[in-house]
């Protein structure tokens, strides 16, 4: 019976079958490798861009997603650990960071302040500073010969779209850089009515 099974044509036929299953696991390989890279380099490409499109989305895979929030984003992963958010439920996270800088000067006319300084009267006066995306409210007081600023009111608002959409990439013809014919390409624009805003996006890859 042994000897049956290491007959040449046995021996040729068990090495037939292990080439098929060589080569399928070989292949299947081939293929997540092929894919690994396609990701990872559009991750980096995405991460290249962040400071002239403000915008970037990456692909993580698990254990990615474990070592972002573990060495860049202690402060999210503190907020998902008070919160009970296992890292294994999330399938997307969303950052974005606005900054607003306004150096417009702006003047109030407190003389009615500085009578009543004059005259020993209490005094308050509401004071307002406001812009578009900023209004600052409080009250300029004079009480029993202290002069104070309070401000009990602060109120910021900015509207932000996300538009994705492709257009050409551009290339050389003859030295003259051009759109024409060029490859297509995803990108992004981002609108804010006030200041400037980052997006960041976080998909967790599902292999």
Not at 50 to 68: C, I, V
């Amino acid at each position: 019976m042994i000897l049956n099974l290491l007959k040449i044509e046995n021996l040729k036929i068990y090495a037939i079958i292990s080439a098929v299953v060589f080569g399928i696991w070989f292949y299947k390989d081939y293929q997540y490798q092929k894919k690994e890279n396609i990701r990872q380099t559009k991750n980096i490409s995405q991460i290249r861009m962040m400071d002239s499109l403000k915008y970037a989305s990456q692909s993580y895979t698990k254990k990615e997603l474990q070592e972002y929030l573990e060495y860049s984003r202690k402060d999210l992963k503190k907020f998902l650990e008070d919160n009970k958010i296992r890292t294994n439920r999330i399938e997307k996270i969303i950052t974005q960071k606005l900054e607003y800088l306004d150096k417009e000067t702006r003047r109030t006319d407190l003389s009615p302040i500085l009578k009543a300084i004059k005259e020993n009267k209490n005094i308050s006066i509401p004071v307002k500073d406001s812009t578009k995306c900023l209004v600052v409210e409080g009250w300029v007081k004079f009480e029993n010969d202290s002069l104070k600023l309070e401000l009990d009111s602060r109120k910021f608002k900015n509207k932000s779209d996300v538009v994705s959409y492709w257009e050409r990439k551009k290339w050389k013809f003859l030295g003259i850089k051009t759109r024409l014919f060029g490859k297509k390409q995803a990108t992004v624009i981002i609108r804010d009515e006030c200041g400037k805003s980052e997006t960041f996006i976080i998909q967790k890859n599902k292999k």
